[in-house]
DNA sequence: TCGAAAAATGTTATCGATACCAATTGGAGA
DNA sequence: TCTCCAATTGGTATCGATAACATTTTTCGA
């Protein structure tokens, strides 16, 4: 069985040292091109692949990064998610994902089995922390971003945009399209508890009455519940002429819901997403929603890690990265 | 700093000694109740968290399995991430996930970076395998679950269903429906191929003709992808009266197109997807779908793998979980 | 051609936890 | 009280790769 295979066969059979084989496969340049094709040759024969526990515990390099998401299955963060696993794999490093659940308890328990293996940075996307999580975090020396919010206190180095801002801007930006009975659509994660908290604070400002409904869904934020969401306010007394969704896909189920209805969009009713996932755009009618660029967070997240790990330094470790609001046909 | 905190200094702050305190985390039951409470206290009080690649390397138990996907952002594979994902979480597991993307020479260097780790086990995931990636699979030694497929000749276990019956199935099942003009949207993997050929073989079969269109779009599949591959086949010669669309996306495309044209679904228009998303049961009309059960095959997949683990005889190491028609309102 | 610096290769010790085996303790039965 | 066995606890070697240092070979200018 091959999987007993170690530097010291390999050396044997090529009749080196195990130091020459290592270097041959990790610093190739650091040996003569005849050792490296001799090596590459046994171990191209032999299928050898080194250990990387033993390798990783004496040089203290994972070469992995470990990703805290609250859930895989919905679509917000697969932007982010993807960009960050292909920049990583594209420096040579893994990607761990470990699914925190909304559920604090797990966090702290998610936390040590990430710890143990030593990762060389951790990426916090849209969870809140524990105390007791943070100082863990904390006392691990681990680089730490977070992502997907802009606190002033953040952990170690951070990669987000203003919630605060999102909700104050988009409603602003119904105000001044004429909306006047806004409602709110959300799941129940503080980020997007804090973007409804500066909406109603706007919407005050504005003179929009205080009595702005407000309703959230358990994750994940489905179809189905921005449909529901959508029956349930339109039997409340007042009426409602937009909504604002806290994800694109709860935004499609409140068209689809008007649209069962014989609701017209956007003359009846108002839709803002949050997102603009790629069906955002090719909807009927497109989708108004706030754009966040994934893209560049995942890849911005993944370059402060690696910069970290090897040993540059990160110049702006504390990064805004804003938002913008994509007018389509929905709003 | 406490990251080069060691079961040695934990042992010294203890008064015991390190391999009491490696029992007294590990196994608690070999440990006499006062000196578990007595290292426990200094592990809370130090924060202490071993080093994962140490104990892996000894032990030879990594507690950790990864996951090849080709991508991560199509929905179609996420609900068995999630369930393999619990699944692992609560036995003690944690998932790597790693993106082969489709692109076969990245697989052999995505294998190479999984096998280094050593994990207790490997789940692929709708992939085809490179014969090189194939023998270095088999050559590790590792535990391997194929999934989302039905191989005659699996590298190890498996957890799949039949493409060839799926495609047979829906062809028989348009028919009998009184559709005589179908067509096929899918993506460009080889087990959308096999559906694909199988659909077009019961389609001869039954006297439907040889000309049916066969649209094929580059992963993943979109909602733009749909929209835009069903106004391509409006504008073919001959029409087309059901479409069979290899995922709910594209599916969800389709019908936004055929909205957007006025083409009335199911009259005019049958749809069938594929996936039985959330999103498939709350459309309007609701989406007619081929249910795979992503749940069962993550959780089997992980059952599987821990069982091999753990020292444990898998009884039936190779599974076809079936699938099933979920008539609703589109076709 | 010689010698010093640079490049290539080898040797040894080590990363931190745990398997394995030895030693010690405690308690039941004679 | 003493013996013996089971339950605890401790000591040592080890997993496999690589950092650090040592040694050998090569290179190249004077």
Sequence with gaps: MSQTLTVHDIARLAGVSAMTVSRALNHPDKVSPAMRAKVQAVVQQTGFVPNGMAGGLRSSKAKLVAAVLPTLVGP?????????????????????????????????????????????????????????????????????????????????????????????????????????????????????????ASFLRQARSLGLGTDIPVCLTPPPTTLGAGRATLAELLARPGGVDAVFCSSDMLALGVMVEAQARGIRVPDQLGVVGLGDLEFAANLEPALTTVRIDGTRIGETAARYIVDRAEGRTVEQPILDIGFSIIERGSA
């Design 76 to 196: 917000v963060f697969q932007e982010t998610t993807r960009a960050l696993n292909a920049a990583l794999d594209a420096m040579g490093y893994q990607l761990m994902i470990g699914q925190s659940g909304y559920d604090v308890s797990r966090e702290d328990s998610l936390l040590d089995a990430i710890i143990r293996r030593r990762p060389d940075g951790i990426v916090l996307t849209g969870i809140m922390h524990t105390p007791a999580g943070r100082r863990q975090l904390l006392a691990s020396g681990i680089p730490v971003v977070e992502t997907w919010d802009l606190t002033p206190t953040p952990i170690d180095m951070l990669v987000g945009f203003s919630n605060e801002e999102i909700g104050s801007s988009v409603c602003t930006w119904l105000y001044q399209r004429g909306y006047r009975r806004p409602a709110l659509i959300s799941g129940q994660d503080t980020r997007a508890q804090r973007r409804n």
